[in-house]
């Protein structure tokens, strides 16, 4: 027996001031977006914003259903419009936010499961690092890729083996 360590990489800031321009920009357009996201029976309301490579930003909210499964995420709603639309465009960077009772949240919002897998997906089929941003009113934490929230990760090399 053989024990490893996967290690992740976490930035973490106390309040968006601290960020670049660049990233300050793409926060403020994911909180912007949750407060169009369609949440009524979670009320929890997710805004997601996308960077892409040609310097558009896609924005991205969750939209929720009486039949619950047939709703989407926020980062999915932005990553399938983004590959929709520019299919030939990397993504470069992603930032979430939620909102319920009225405030943002304090801690930061990380993307669920099935939501990682659609950004690594995302990555690997532009080989180019999506950098992303969890906001929370009370800390900021920024990860450089997907594989940083995804460790034993699944991806199309393994349907080859
Ligand atoms: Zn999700």
Do not use: W
Request: aromatic share 8%; glycine share 4%.
């Amino acid at each position: 027996m053989k024990q490893t360590q996967i290690i992740t990489t976490v930035y973490e800031y106390d309040s968006i001031e601290e960020l670049s321009q660049e990233d300050q920009l793409l926060v403020n357009s994911a909180k912007e977006a949750a407060h169009r996201s369609y949440a009524p029976y979670s009320k929890f309301n997710v805004g997601a914003a996308l960077q892409l490579g040609n310097g558009e930003i896609i924005q991205g909210n969750n939209q929720e259903n009486s039949a619950y499964p047939s709703g989407l995420c926020a980062e999915r709603v932005a990553i399938f419009y983004a590959n929709a639309q520019y299919p030939d465009i990397p993504v470069k960077a992603i930032a979430i936010t939620a909102r319920s009772n009225g405030s943002f949240s304090e801690s930061p919002i990380p993307p669920c499961g099935s939501c990682r897998q659609v950004l690594l997906e995302t990555e690997d089929r532009y080989k180019q690092p999506i950098k992303v941003i969890l906001y929370g009113e009370n800390r900021i934490r920024i990860v450089e890729n997907i594989k940083q929230l995804m460790p034993l990760y699944f991806d199309k090399d393994m349907l080859d083996e």
